[in-house]
């Protein structure tokens, strides 16, 4: 796993987690964008479940 540096963090209060945003963005337009392109409803009235743009380890 990632382990922090003194670089990094003093980089993160100077700057932001720019990472942790870029990936909240992504998460954020994958839903958007999974609502606006998902196929239509089927008979039932139910959608399909659109899974995370990430994996996470």
């Known amino acids: 796993m990632f ?3 003194p670089i990094y963090s003093r980089l993160v209060a100077e ?3 720019i990472p942790a945003q870029v ?3 992504a998460e954020r ?3 958007d ?3 606006v392109i998902a196929p239509e409803p ?7 479940q659109v ?3 990430f994996c996470t380890v």
């Open 15 to 17: 700057r932001g987690d």
């Open 33 to 35: 964008m999974a609502q």
């Open 3 to 5: 382990q922090e540096t």
């Open 29 to 31: 337009i994958h839903r």
């Open 23 to 25: 990936r909240h963005a």
């Open 51 to 53: 899974g995370p743009l």
């Open 42 to 48: 089927s008979a039932t009235g139910s959608r399909p």
